[in-house]
Antibody
């Protein structure tokens, strides 16, 4: 059974870069079955998709966030990562990593437990 | 881009059937698949329905999904309501810019 676990700082200062890592267990990130990605959840904006990545590092980003976001994959560590630049208080959210095991870009059938990240000085 | 609109809340009694709607603001609901997630308090979302009406393995057949082109909406129906079904439910689709669109979520209360 595939399992995902987010890790990274829970507190980030305004204007800095938020960096989170998702560790994958139960299967290889190199598996051709999966797309990997990130979503966040805030009380105000609800669920918001950042983007997806394939193990080959092909990425698909949310156009409204693309200028600030980088999603990358590290097959040697069986991990993938999210970087969100120039954060403000509105980026305070629970961040989830997710995966689709059907080779589809359109939904997640696996989710991490979520990581609360607060943006504050 | 389009929006997906859900009622903020619905409520029903145990054993009954409830339907949660997800209305697309522009473009045809049939243009892109709709998926549904359940999120219990303090937990991550769980995929409940994918591609309009398909249930992942392990999801009870009390949960069903459909689309209705006449109302340009998707629906999630939960039959035989149980107290454990109390949760937030989100619809999600995929727009032409290859971006995901989520509904605002519906809080289901089982009275």
């Amino acid at each position: 059974q595939l399992q995902l676990q987010e890790s990274g700082p829970g507190l980030v200062k305004p204007s800095e870069t938020l960096s989170l890592t998702c560790s994958v267990s139960g299967d290889s990130i190199r598996s051709t079955n999966y797309f990997w990605g990130w979503i966040r959840q805030t009380p105000g904006k609800g669920l918001e998709w950042f983007g997806n990545i394939y193990y080959t590092a092909t990425t698909y980003y949310n156009p409204s966030l693309k200028s600030r976001v980088t999603i990358s994959v590290d097959p040697s560590k069986n991990q993938f990562s999210l970087k969100l630049r120039s954060v403000t208080a509105t980026d305070t959210a629970v961040y989830y990593c997710g995966a689709n095991g059907w080779g589809s870009l359109q939904f997640f059938d696996y989710w991490g437990q979520g990581k609360l990240v607060t943006v504050s000085s | 881009n389009f929006m997906l609109t859900q009622p903020p809340s619905v409520s029903e009694s145990p054993g009954k059937t409830v339907t949660i709607s997800c209305t697309r603001s522009s473009g045809s609901i049939a243009s892109n698949y709709v998926h549904w997630y359940q999120q219990r308090p303090g937990s991550s979302p769980i995929l409940l329905i994918y591609e309009d009406s398909q249930r992942p393995s392990g999801v009870p057949d009390r949960f069903s999904g459909s689309i209705d082109s006449s109302s340009n909406s998707a629906s999630l129906t939960v039959s035989g309501l149980r107290t454990e079904d109390e949760a937030d439910y989100y619809c999600q689709s995929y727009d032409r810019s290859n971006s995901w669109v989520f509904g605002g979520g519906t809080k289901l209360t089982v009275l």
